[in-house]
């Protein structure tokens, strides 16, 4: 019976240092890793509807252009234009809390790095309308959003 409890008391001892070890390694692997957790996204085109915004941000059937969903202005990181683009620009517009349209850019050819305050006072939601030459399928949509590329906060 001795020799039981003792066999009992080594396997269990082996189970903790190996259970110990394993968690040792796995928190080596994953902290590493913390650092290199996106905090910015690219939109894609789930993101997106082929529609045109009209010059009081309300969006107008039209296969000539796609427009981003409504996003927090706080979460606005950067845009950034394809020098190859054919598409004909794109507009920045802001809402206000109600989802009020407030002000549209003029249209950008350009990387943006920051809103201006010009388009952000009294804005809580911002939109990308870009505009195109051609008519825009679902399929090309990906193409499209490429040219334009819109980088946000996660």
């Known amino acids: 019976m001795r020799n039981i409890g003792k066999r009992n008391s080594v396997i269990i001892a082996v189970l903790a240092v190996a259970l110990i070890a394993l968690a040792v390694f796995t928190f080596a692997?994953?902290?590493?890793?913390?650092?290199?957790?996106?905090?910015?996204?690219?939109?894609?085109?789930a993101d997106y509807e082929i529609c045109q915004l009209d010059e009081k941000g309300k969006k107008v059937e039209s296969e000539f252009g796609v427009v981003s969903n409504e996003i927090a202005v706080d979460k606005f990181d950067s845009v950034t234009w394809d020098e190859k683009a054919d598409v004909k620009g794109y507009y920045v517009y802001t809402y206000n809390y109600k989802h009020e349209f407030v002000k549209a850019s003029a249209l950008q050819k350009a990387d943006l790095n920051t809103l201006s305050t010009d388009l952000t006072t009294n804005a809580k939601y911002f939109r990308i309308y870009i505009e195109t030459t051609e008519e825009v399928k679902l399929l090309d949509m990906g193409s499209v959003i490429k040219q334009v590329t819109v980088t946000i906060a996660r």
């Not at 692997?29 to 085109?45: E, M, N």
Request: proline share 6%.
């Open 29 to 45: 692997a994953i902290i590493p890793r913390l650092d290199k957790v996106d905090t910015t996204r690219d939109l894609s085109v």
